[in-house]
């Protein structure tokens, strides 16, 4: 007998996590994940930021295509000139500053950690690295050594040394950046810490420290960037400009693609003395590429960042008054929505998912669960979405009080 889709993903995929319940899916449109079922779900996750310009944007499906029919793999990245890697690096450049005018590409968020703290290390010639209590930066060795929370890190040690770990948003714990200090790797807004936005000039007191040391500043913006927090890129809302700049999720248009970004004079540091100081097969993918070139197109032409905040904040007036809700954390279209304590964000998560709503806890803060559609969300689906969560939040309180 042919196994199902449901009972091979039980027997023979190997899971980060259990989910008995997953549901399948057999197609995606813009805001949209439709089952085997014939079920219709509103996705506000979009793939944890990756789909910020929709399922299925024709934009870029017809880049893929395209692309499809010219060259798939043809070498390692940086041997051959490829047209989508060449223009999407150039339209990057274009729409920031020049000190992150040179564009290393990779295949995944972990991956362009890795390399911004390799290159931080060759920039400075120093060991010791700063990251923040409760942040996320992905569960490659590298990337899970800077990651703030020992629960997800004490099956794996040993890992990386020299690794020290401060508040985000305090100010006095800024003094532990020093002149051994290579670099202070941060989320500007962290994310899943629960949408934890910086206070004040928090940022760039942290980005003086920096300066003051010589310590290499790496913004980690791979579930921030391109347009999500009503910047196409989060840093440009705090006024400053990071060192070295890592992104992945929405860059890619739903194909797998990431960066880590830095000034041509920092990068050439993995050129030479040693050459090859980081390489990879398939970053860059001409495929991906193009993907991320034409969705990059979209973002900008669109004005989905613009249009970002104003959906955000449109989404956050209409449901911060509701007697489940303690606080939402809002920038952009990303929106850590906080339950008082009478609720459970997990049963809140349940009940959504049966309205046909798609939305997600954050893995440091249980109280609190995401709200993050495609940036592409119109304005009646925002309405039907504002109506449904309104809904849900009521039959939560019904279930809390019987």
């Known amino acids: 007998m042919q196994l199902t889709n449901r009972q091979l993903f039980l027997q023979h995929m190997a899971l980060p996590s259990v989910e008995p319940e997953a549901l399948e899916i057999v197609k995606a449109k813009g805001i949209y994940l439709f089952t085997d079922k014939g079920e219709k779900y509103i996705d ?24 499809l029919d010219d060259y798939m793999h043809l070498m390692v990245y940086g041997k051959y000139i490829q047209s989508p890697q060449v223009k999407m690096a150039g339209l990057m450049a274009k729409h920031l500053p020049k000190t992150l005018d040179s564009v290393f590409f990779v295949n995944s968020g972990s991956e362009a950690i890795e390399g911004a703290l390799k290159l931080a290390k060759r920039i400075t010639n120093r060991t010791e690295i700063i990251s923040f209590k409760n942040a996320y930066h992905g569960s490659t060795h ?37 002149e051994k200090t290579a670099c202070v790797i941060v989320e500007p807004v962290q994310a899943e810490a629960g949408i934890i936005l910086p206070k004040d000039d928090y940022l760039k007191t942290l980005r003086m420290r920096c300066d003051e040391t010589g310590t290499s500043l790496i913004f980690d ?19 400053i400009v990071p060192d070295i700049l890592c992104l992945a999720k929405g860059m890619g248009g739903g194909m797998p693609i990431g960066a880590f970004v830095s000034s041509k004079e920092n990068m050439n540091k993995l050129t030479f003395n040693p050459a090859l100081g980081h390489i990879t097969t398939f970053g860059g993918h001409p495929v991906s590429a193009a993907a991320a070139l034409a969705s990059l197109k979209v973002i900008i032409n669109e004005k989905l960042p613009e249009e970002a ?10 449901l911060k008054s509701h007697p489940a809700i303690n606080e939402i954390r809002q920038i952009g279209l990303m929106l850590g929505v906080e339950l008082k304590k009478d ?8 009940i959504l998912k049966k309205n046909k709503l798609i939305v997600d806890q954050f893995l440091f803060n249980a109280q609190s669960f995401r ?6 969300i119109t304005n009646e689906e925002i309405e039907i979405v504002i109506r449904d969560v309104v809904k849900s939040l009521n039959e939560l309180v019904g279930l809390s009080q019987t």
Not at 309 to 318: S, T
């Open 309 to 318: 905040e104003r959906k955000g904040r449109w989404l956050k007036d209409a």
């Open 371 to 376: 709200i993050a559609p495609p940036l592409t």
């Open 221 to 239: 913006e791979v579930q921030m960037g391109f347009g999500r927090t009503g910047k196409l890129f989060a840093f440009e809302n705090y006024g």
């Open 44 to 67: 506000l996750v979009s793939g944890v930021s990756v789909s910020n310009v929709g399922h299925l944007h024709p934009e870029v499906v017809k880049a893929v295509k395209a692309q």
């Open 343 to 350: 609720y459970a964000a997990s049963d809140m998560v349940a």
């Open 142 to 178: 590298g990337a899970l050594s800077v990651l703030g929370n020992e629960e997800m890190k004490y099956g794996f040690r040993p890992l990386l040394p020299d690794i020290r770990f401060i508040k985000f948003n305090n100010e006095a714990d800024l003094s532990q950046i020093t």
